[in-house]
């Protein structure tokens, strides 16, 4: 059904189908129209002779004079059966039965008609004798209209028949055929090999002379340009594959530099926290070290029975004042160490685990207090309690260091005062909205679309590698299973919108070790 040649063929008899009921309906309408003409003539003519003849019949009762103008208009094939009823108990009725005969018809007999005509007897225009009733049959026009109807269906019939094989006896010599050539040859052209020049045969028809013609031209410039396209995809493979490699050796080098910025970042949190820590030892030593001073003193004393009640006062009160220094700073300093234990260990082994966001924040931000005491850059922290969290605290905590320290590089100048806040909001979806703002310089626009980009920085001369912002994002859509996008507007700050799932989605080295 697909085919042009089926469509065009159906199309062709359709067309003169349509075009033959048209022309047949046409002439239905005015066959009928002439019918009724010649119909209401007919009636038309029985009413005047009716009107001359039959009233002096009636007025004179005579019976059989009645009966003979009857009889003579029932020979009109229109008429079916007559009645005349008068004064003084006058009836006479005729009918035309099945064969053809005339006979009486009974004064309550109604014959089978399509249309009734009844009259009056008018005798010399002012005396109303009686009635006259006439039953006609449109029977001759029906069937006028139905040997009408068949000839125009026949005609039609084969006038379609005749035309149909005439169109497609043409269009299969003079159009389909030369096509199919042509698709023929143009099939053999498709499978040029090499430098073949394969030449259409020519065809017996201007039209398709020329199409031929021009095939063949084109035939010619592909079989001429085929070796060189030959030879461009040659160097086209060769082309690629150094690109492919080249590709790859970027990859490893990026993959390389990500690994060195992971493991710089985690010595600079191992340097900070051990100047951190360096505080709160000393000061634990530096008590440690006058409690023990005094105990021997007092020691001394109490041997040699020179101890007064003094002297234990104030031991005491030195002893006292000493272990709440050791204590409050060795407490500073474990959890210092168990801040830095917990973030260094998560970001080195990117174990999964339960966690709650609002205190795992608090740890990765106690990590960088070295570097945030440098300066005058607060850090503030909006997190519902018991926000809890199945992910990767690794990764997590890489991401939002990477986001805080690059706000304190690009977004505040040295000795800046600023605040950075991390807010957190669990959503309906099961996914927590973490935003982590600052009230910076801000990201001017034609730097917008490519933060993300690797290798994109604006401090390349301070030593920036330009893969802080290409780390989070990958960490945050592949690892954490989120999405991240930044607002920015110069002279007021960024926000970087982090929505991430409760629950991440499993890695691939779990899923196969489940």
């Given at each position: 059904m697909?085919s042009?040649?089926?469509r065009?063929?159906?199309w062709?008899?359709l067309?003169?189908?349509?075009?033959?009921?048209?022309t047949?309906?046409?002439?239905?309408s005015s066959?009928?129209?002439?019918?009724?003409r010649?119909?209401a003539?007919?009636?038309?003519?029985?009413k005047?002779?009716l009107a001359?003849?039959?009233?002096?019949?009636?007025?004179?009762?005579?019976?059989?004079?009645?009966?003979l103008?009857?009889?003579?208009?029932?020979k009109?094939?229109i008429?079916?059966?007559?009645?005349?009823?008068?004064?003084?108990?006058?009836y006479?009725?005729?009918?035309?039965?099945?064969?053809?005969g005339?006979?009486?018809?009974?004064?309550g007999?109604q014959?089978?008609?399509?249309?009734?005509?009844?009259?009056?007897v008018?005798?010399q225009q002012r005396?109303?004798?009686?009635?006259?009733?006439?039953?006609?049959?449109r029977?001759r026009?029906?069937?006028r209209?139905?040997?009408?109807?068949?000839r125009?269906g026949?005609?039609a019939?084969?006038?379609?028949v005749?035309?149909?094989?005439?169109?497609?006896?043409l269009?299969?010599?003079?159009?389909?055929?030369p096509?199919h050539?042509?698709?023929?040859?143009?099939q053999?052209?498709?499978?040029?090999?090499g430098?073949?020049?394969?030449?259409?045969?020519?065809?017996?028809?201007?039209e398709f002379?020329?199409?031929v013609?021009r095939?063949?031209?084109?035939?010619?410039?592909i079989s001429?340009e085929?070796?060189?396209?030959?030879?461009a995809?040659?160097?086209?493979?060769?082309?690629?594959?150094?690109a492919?490699?080249a590709?790859?050796?970027?990859l490893?080098?990026?993959?390389?530099?990500?690994?060195?910025?992971?493991?710089?970042?985690?010595?600079s949190?191992?340097?900070?926290v051990?100047?951190?820590?360096?505080?709160p030892?000393?000061?634990?030593?530096?008590?440690?070290?006058?409690?023990?001073l005094?105990?021997?003193q007092?020691r001394?004393l109490?041997s040699?029975?020179?101890?007064?009640?003094?002297?234990?006062h104030?031991?005491l009160?030195?002893?006292?004042?000493s272990?709440?220094l050791?204590?409050n700073?060795a407490?500073r300093?474990?959890?210092?160490?168990?801040?830095?234990k917990?973030?260094?260990?998560?970001?080195?082994?990117?174990a999964?685990?339960?966690f709650?966001l609002g205190?795992?924040?608090?740890e990765?931000?106690?990590?960088?207090?070295?570097?945030l005491?440098?300066s005058?850059?607060?850090?503030?922290?909006?997190?519902?309690?018991a926000?809890?969290m199945?992910?990767?605290?690794?990764?997590?905590?890489?991401v939002?260091?990477?986001l805080?320290?690059?706000?304190l590089?690009?977004?505040?100048?040295?000795?800046?005062?600023g605040t950075?806040?991390?807010?957190?909001?669990?959503l309906?979806?099961?996914?927590v909205?973490?935003?982590v703002?600052d009230?910076?310089?801000?990201?001017?626009?034609?730097?917008?679309?490519h933060?993300?980009?690797?290798?994109?920085?604006t401090r390349?001369?301070?030593?920036?590698?330009?893969l802080?912002l290409?780390i989070v994002?990958?960490?945050?859509?592949?690892?954490?299973?989120?999405?991240?996008?930044?607002?920015s507007?110069?002279g007021k700050?960024?926000?970087?919108?982090l929505?991430?799932?409760?629950?991440?989605?499993?890695?691939?080295?779990?899923?196969?070790?489940v």
């Open positions: 697909r042009i040649k089926t065009l063929i159906i062709i008899v067309v003169l189908l349509l075009t033959l009921g048209i047949g309906y046409v002439s239905y066959t009928l129209g002439s019918e009724e010649d119909f003539a007919q009636k038309e003519g029985l005047q002779r001359l003849s039959l009233p002096h019949g009636v007025w004179q009762l005579d019976d059989e004079f009645i009966r103008t009857l009889d003579a208009e029932l009109s094939p008429v079916v059966a007559m009645r005349v009823e008068g004064d003084a108990g006058l006479l009725g005729r009918q035309r039965n099945a064969g053809g005339l006979v009486n018809l009974p004064r007999e014959p089978a008609s399509d249309e009734t005509l009844s009259l009056p008018i005798y005396d109303n004798l009686g009635t006259v009733k006439v039953y006609l049959s029977e026009i029906k069937q209209l139905e040997r009408e109807v068949l125009q026949g005609q019939l084969v006038i379609s005749v035309l149909s094989v005439i169109l497609i006896l269009l299969r010599g003079y159009v389909f055929a096509i050539q042509l698709q023929r040859a143009l053999r052209a498709a499978e040029l090999q430098r073949d020049t394969p030449q259409l045969p020519e065809a017996r028809y201007s002379s020329e199409l013609h095939v063949n031209a084109i035939v010619y410039k001429s085929l070796g060189l396209r030959r030879q995809e040659t160097t086209a493979l060769e082309q690629k594959e150094r492919e490699l590709y790859r050796q970027l490893d080098t990026q993959d390389t530099l990500i690994k060195v910025e992971k493991l710089a970042s985690l010595g949190l191992v340097a900070g051990a100047h951190e820590i360096n505080t030892v000393g000061i634990t030593l530096t008590a440690a070290s006058h409690l023990a005094s105990t021997g007092v001394e109490f040699s029975g020179q101890i007064r009640k003094s002297d234990l104030d031991y009160q030195d002893a006292q004042e272990s709440s050791i204590l700073n407490e300093a474990a959890n210092l160490i168990h801040s830095f917990q973030v260094a260990v998560d970001q080195t082994s990117e999964r685990r339960e709650e205190d795992y924040l608090g990765i931000i106690t990590s960088l207090r070295p570097k005491r440098r005058q850059v607060q850090v503030e922290i909006d997190c519902p309690d926000l809890q199945d992910s990767y605290p690794g990764a997590l905590s890489q939002v260091t990477n805080v320290m690059n706000a590089t690009h977004a505040y100048d040295e000795d800046a005062e950075i806040r991390l807010q957190a909001r669990l309906a979806d099961q996914r909205s973490l935003q703002c009230d910076g310089k801000g990201i001017p626009p034609e730097n917008m679309k933060i993300f980009e690797p290798f994109f920085t390349r001369a301070s030593g920036g590698s330009g802080g290409h994002f990958n960490i945050v859509f592949k690892r954490l299973g989120g999405v991240i996008n930044v607002d507007t110069l700050g960024t926000c970087f919108t929505l991430l799932p409760c629950n991440a989605p499993q890695a691939k080295h779990e899923e196969q070790v």
